[in-house]
């Protein structure tokens, strides 16, 4: 018999866009309209646009069950090693395939210790955050580096027409990885490793292998991230990048992944990311300090994984039923 699609199902599917009108409407309100400027949706999607990027990369890691610390450090090693090389007068292009080449490599130690070392991912990419850290401070000597001219700012604060360029750029590494996760067999690998790995691997599909991938990914685009933020504000700073993986990880999981692994999809995690994006804007519009925002987004993520457990354990009843 076919079980109805009651409000339970409605809210678990949709409610998280929801969320975001109702947040939406609410700081309408209270900014007598200010909120739905266009100036200020466009300063909005420019904001989340790192996030967004980022979130993408650690989506797919968390789809197998893992998780990735590093990624924030991983940006802010990207932004100070290409500010270094632009700074040394190295032609743009080679310095973006340098940097991205890096911060691949960077993801891909993180598979390293995890699969051939069997380092569970909190502590393997935990340390790897703290370590990449510091090399950010080596690099720069603790100091910021800037004075470069490049044309690697377009990148952060270029128009095509009327949009932002980092709008774009994490509109295309959205549509690439919903692409890539949800019409490509390594897609289907990915959900399979999350869903259960060890029915995967009996199948013959090699874990390691898609671990290897998911963690390059999240390297690679922490990389672009990480340029990003050097293009926006022409300079590169070893705390870059620091705390961005709270955001990211919220962004994630409000947008419906499952922090079980095996379950979510990319394109309900760009709803996530906006609603970071309009909670953090909103309560600037207030005047909030940000302490209060941290403690905000600090329950947010709480909230997200409550519900997600919530969700998962109503799941097992349905099927026991």
Not at 23 to 42: E, P, R, Y
Request: charged share 10%; with cysteine.
């Amino acid at each position: 018999m076919k079980r109805e699609f009651g409000f339970r199902d409605i809210l678990a599917t949709y409610g998280i866009l929801i969320v975001l009108i109702a947040l939406s409407i609410a700081f309408a309100v209270m900014t007598s309209g200010q909120f739905f400027s266009i100036k200020n949706i466009f300063n909005i999607l420019k904001q989340v646009a790192v996030v967004g990027i980022m979130s993408v990369g650690m989506t797919m890691v968390l789809l197998t069950a893992g998780i990735d610390l590093s990624i924030g450090s991983i940006a802010g090693v990207g932004c100070v090693l290409a500010a270094a090389l632009l700074l040394k007068g190295i032609n743009v292009y080679l310095v973006v395939l340098a940097v991205l080449g890096i911060t691949t490599v960077a993801g891909l130690l993180n598979a390293f210790f995890i699969n051939e070392l069997q380092i569970p991912p909190l502590i393997t990419t935990l340390a790897m955050m703290t370590s990449i850290r510091g090399v950010a401070y080596l690099i720069t000597g603790g100091m910021p580096i800037f004075g470069f001219k490049s044309d690697i700012l377009f990148l952060g604060q270029g128009y095509v027409g009327f949009i932002p360029v980092p709008v774009i750029v994490m509109v295309i590494v959205f549509i690439i990885g919903i692409v890539f996760v949800q019409n490509t067999r390594y897609g289907r690998y990915i959900y399979g490793v999350g869903g259960n790995e060890e029915a995967t691997r009996l199948s013959g599909i090699s874990v390691k292998k898609i671990k290897y991938i998911v963690y390059s990914i999240s390297g690679l685009l922490s990389g672009l991230a990480g340029m990003v933020m050097l293009a926006r504000i022409n300079s590169g700073t070893p705390k870059m990048g620091q705390g961005y993986e709270m955001d990211v990880i919220t962004a994630v999981v409000l947008g419906g992944v499952s922090i079980s692994g095996g379950e979510g999809r990319l394109g309900f995690v760009i709803v996530g990311v906006l609603i970071m994006g309009v909670l953090t804007n909103g309560l600037i519009l207030l005047n909030v300090q940000e302490y209060v925002q941290w403690v905000i987004k600090g329950l947010a993520l709480i909230a997200a994984v409550g519900f997600d457990r919530f969700i998962q354990k109503r799941r097992i009843k349905v099927i026991a039923v």
